[in-house]
């Protein structure tokens, strides 16, 4: 057709994804961090008096024992604890609820994928999408949605207002009241944003990471953790450009052979990039193109990369979703490997 050469100026986008160089260069630092505790799908990461404890399924767990110190009907999506110990839960089913508290649920939040507190009465909150809840992220981004949205409830009151809209799944979330925001994780832009805590339109503080942002947490001696919970790769960006595509894989795939970002590597023979040098020689490869990931990122007090630990894509400790300083230590979630981590920041790529 006559019109096709034209039309080939618009179809003719390049997918890039930017390199992980400088701080972000590849390393082996948490494939061989210390195993602190073997559990299904450890998720969210938190301090109570100095100990600390773990969301895995419906229940939350301490580092010894395996008996729960809490069960819920549903699925945990975010922890939270404020300065007395009350410790706020996000659901799968929707909703938060508090931990050993008087304090009401809240209501209307579907899909709770992150929350904080600033003292005892402040909580805010990230609800990741308007659509969907928070175990279906993979649905989330390959419908290519921007429905999240960051907001601030009084506790004493009940008052709730929304900070900002249309966010492409939020995932994480630090409150940085010195300098009245909140700084939030936006997972499908790639993103750290600053949002005011009177509201407002985000403003980008570091953008273009190579994969996808979930939780951040502070340094006591200043900067931030951020994890990364799956890598970006070319594959995918091709098929988030291709509606047509996309949207027969949705409606005809399974979804766990989706080509879609991963929490964990599949060892099914319907996995997506079984070719394209994952593997070579029967060897997986580290710098294969990899549908998931370990990494976590140490960031200054201007959200620059510092350094970074990494389980590459012939690894097993992937999908990072929180992290916390500990006794000097990062102690991390892989979700991916059903592990939780212990990390010297030695061992980092500085």
């Known amino acids: 057709m006559i019109i096709d050469p034209l039309l080939d100026f618009f179809r003719g986008q390049a997918v890039t994804i930017p390199p992980m160089d400088g701080a972000l260069r590849p390393n082996t630092a948490l494939d061989e961090a210390d195993i602190v505790k073997s559990c299904e799908e450890p998720d969210n990461i938190v301090s109570v008096a100095g100990k600390l404890i773990y969301s895995s399924g419906s229940e939350i767990f301490g580092m010894s024992g395996d008996k729960p110190i809490a069960s819920f009907d549903s699925d945990i999506t975010a922890l939270a604890v404020d300065p007395s110990g009350v410790i706020a839960v996000g659901l799968n089913a929707g909703g938060i609820v508090f931990h050993k508290s008087k304090i009401p649920p809240l209501d209307g939040f579907n899909c709770p994928t992150a929350l904080a507190f600033d003292g005892a009465n402040d909580l805010y909150i990230c ?3 308007d659509t969907h809840g928070a175990s279906e992220w993979a649905a989330d981004l390959m419908q290519k949605n ?3 949205s960051l907001w601030h409830v009084s506790l004493d009151s009940g008052e709730r207002r929304c900070l900002a809209k249309n966010l492409a799944f939020p995932y994480g979330l630090v409150v940085d009241a010195a300098n009245s925001r909140v700084i939030a994780s936006e997972a499908w832009r790639h993103r750290l944003v600053s949002i005011s805590m009177q509201g407002g339109m985000p403003k980008p503080i570091l953008a273009k990471l190579a994969g996808y942002p979930a939780r951040i947490t502070r340094k006591s001696s200043g900067g931030f953790i ?6 970006r790769n070319r594959l995918i960006e091709f098929v988030l450009q291709e509606d047509d595509y996309r949207n027969a894989m949705l409606d005809e795939i399974d979804s766990r ?3 879609a970002p991963s929490l964990s590597a599949s060892r099914s023979f319907l996995e997506p990039l079984q070719s394209g040098s994952v593997k070579t020689m029967g060897i997986h490869k580290p710098w294969s193109p990899s549908r998931s990931y370990g990494l976590i990122v140490e960031l200054d007090n201007n959200f620059l990369p510092v350094t970074s630990y990494h389980s590459r894509a012939n690894g097993t400790r992937h999908g990072i979703t ?3 300083e500990h ?6 979630t892989s979700r991916g490997g059903n592990l939780i981590l212990r990390v010297t920041p030695e061992t980092g790529q500085a």
């Open 127 to 129: 609800n990741g999408s």
């Open 146 to 148: 921007a429905s999240g």
């Open 322 to 324: 929180s992290a916390i």
């Open 226 to 231: 951020l994890c990364l919970f799956a890598p």
């Open 257 to 259: 052979y989706w080509i």
């Open 327 to 332: 006794e000097g230590k990062i102690v991390a």
